[in-house]
């Protein structure tokens, strides 16, 4: 009998859907299936946190913020993030599912990757500050977000400077 891929998850799906539907009164279970796929898709680690985060904008303007973030790296349109370094370590690269697809300001479509890079006086606890680009007209793409929920997760580290 020959075998494939996707008989061997149907099959390994079952088996832990079976036990699951067959204790009806009892609390939801996890899913490791599901966070394994969500994980290969994502680059997530099996077991990581997601966070329920709320978010601000911020951009550079002719007042606006220094060129800088505070591991004296240039701030990255898109990219940086601010957060509140007990709750996300700078230097954290985390997953933002809600800003998949969203445009970049080359042209092409957000990944979801940001970079703590920066923290910021009024980020305490689970918020977050994405950094835009030059100008207010940069935060257009992010105003459709609901920016009170957006799904967080830790996915790596990096050393340096984030990517420009």
Known sequence: MRRTFAGFLAAAAMSIALPALAADAAPARSDPLGDLITGALTGTLPGSVEYK??????????????ALDSLGCKVVAMRTLAVDKDVIPRRTVVFIKE??????????????????????????????????????????????????????????????????
């Open 53 to 66: 985060m709320k978010a601000t904008l911020y951009h550079a303007g002719a007042k606006g913020i220094r």
């Open 99 to 164: 800003t998949v697809g969203l445009p970049m300001p080359n042209g092409e479509k957000h990944d979801g990757y940001w970079y703590a890079s920066d923290v910021g006086g009024a980020i305490k606890g689970n918020k977050l500050d994405l950094f835009s680009g030059k100008g207010a007209a940069s935060m257009k793409p992010l105003m459709d977000l609901n920016l009170s929920t957006l799904s967080v997760t830790k996915v790596g580290e990096f050393k340096g400077c984030p990517p420009e």
